[in-house]
């Protein structure tokens, strides 16, 4: 009798071992779904921040287009509502250039002019000069 009760308490033991290596099974079966739930979760989630990201950009995209507009919109009427203003200092400008021009052409006559006057200042020294020397010769000075 013992040794039967030995053997029912191996067998025992061994369903109990079975069941065991079943519930390990299964544990590691759903181990490895919780996994891919997990990867699945990750994966829909970085898809989620990239569509995010993606709205984000053509929202940007659009204000930026947006902006554009209005700078161009601004700039043309900033441009029509200086014209007369821009249109006189142009003619201001010419006035000046034109002025300039003739200053440039003034001031050319008159370095020539300059010129021309030492020259003469020179060459009336140079006879003073000489009719110095000749009145200290005939002793006229």
């Known amino acids: 009798m013992a040794l039967e009760a030995e053997t029912i308490q191996i067998q025992n033991m061994e369903s109990k071992l079975k069941q065991l290596d079943l519930h390990i099974q299964n544990v590691e079966s759903e181990k490895e779904r919780v996994k891919e739930m997990i990867q699945k979760l990750e994966l829909k989630e970085k898809e989620a921040t990239i569509a995010k990201l993606v709205a984000e950009k053509q929202r940007l995209e659009q204000e930026l287009s947006e902006a554009t507009a ?6 043309s009427i900033i441009c029509k509502k200086n014209e007369p203003k821009i249109a006189e200092m142009i003619r201001e400008l010419s006035e000046v250039t034109a002025i300039n021009h003739v200053q440039e052409a003034t001031i ?11 020259q003469e200042l020179s060459e009336v020294t140079a006879i003073v000069e000489e009719l110095a020397t000749i009145c200290e010769k005939n002793n006229l000075m």
């Open 70 to 75: 209005i700078a161009k919109a601004l700039a």
């Open 108 to 118: 050319a006559k008159l370095v020539t002019e300059n010129q021309t006057l030492e």
